[in-house]
T-cell receptor, first 112, second 110 residues
Framework: DAGVIQSPRHEVTEMGQEVTLRCKPI?????LFWYRQTMMRGLELLIYFNNNVPIDDSGMPEDRFSAKMPNASFSTLKIQPSEPRDSAVYFC??????????FGQGTRLTVV | GESVGLHLPTLSVQEGDNSIINCAYSNSASDYFIWYKQESGKGPQFIID???NMDKRQGQRVTVLLNKTVKHLSLQIAATQPGDSAVYFCAENSNYQLIWGAGTKLIIKP
């Protein structure tokens, strides 16, 4: 298995633009997580899906952030409009059990 | 003003020595704990886990110790190698999600 696949690996965008991050979880995993990692706040859970259904989105910073999981093999995290303070590394992780997650390589987002 | 980032604890260890990374957890009801390793530019990677009904678990070159009395977790790495350089995170299972520690940076001195 190729593991959790995220795209793009790097994204540089201008403030105000829409950004879409993509994730392909490990086949057969039924839980998917979006995390954000910054030097200021460390690793933060943004949203958690189980069987494609959002279970807890309390970590989503504000309405500019949205996440979807249309099927078991694909999820997106969208930021619209993006702001410089959204600059971070965004990780997607998947698991069979909620407590042992496998992480992707991350997307490094820079908003200028 | 200047932003202040997280000040990661750092552990410097001579190559070949043993490393001990410590972690305090918050919830006495947590029943499952994991150690992750994050190398530069990569996502966190699972190392070893332990359930609350155990106080020690060994893997390949790694041992996790759990002290529930003082809510303390440690990761021991035997014969530390340059490839062990990374940030190490402990995480506790609370309800359906992991609660992450701030991380410890391990530096290997040649």
């Amino acid at each position: 298995d190729a593991g959790v696949i995220q795209s793009p690996r790097h994204e540089v965008t201008e403030m105000g633009q829409e950004v879409t991050l993509r994730c392909k979880p490990i086949s057969g995993h039924n839980s998917l997580f979006w995390y954000r990692q910054t030097m200021m706040r460390g690793l933060e859970l943004l949203i958690y899906f189980n069987n494609n259904v959002p279970i807890d989105d309390s970590g989503m910073p504000e309405d500019r952030f949205s996440a979807k999981m249309p099927n078991a093999s694909f999820s997106t995290l969208k930021i619209q409009p993006s702001e410089p303070r959204d600059s971070a590394v965004y990780f997607c992780a998947s698991s069979l059990r909620v407590d042992m997650a496998f992480f992707g390589q991350g997307t490094r987002l820079t908003v200028v | 003003g200047e932003s202040v980032g997280l000040h990661l604890p750092t552990l410097s260890v001579q190559e070949g020595d043993n490393s001990i990374i410590n972690c305090a957890y918050s919830n006495s009801a947590s029943d499952y704990f994991i150690w992750y390793k994050q190398e530069s530019g990569k996502g966190p990677q699972f190392i070893i886990d332990i359930r609350s009904n155990m106080d020690k678990r060994q893997g390949q070159r790694v041992t996790v110790l759990l002290n529930k009395t003082v809510k303390h977790l440690s990761l021991q790495i035997a014969a530390t190698q340059p490839g062990d350089s990374a940030v190490y995170f402990c995480a506790e299972n609370s309800n359906y999600q992991l609660i992450w520690g701030a991380g410890t940076k391990l530096i290997i001195k040649p």
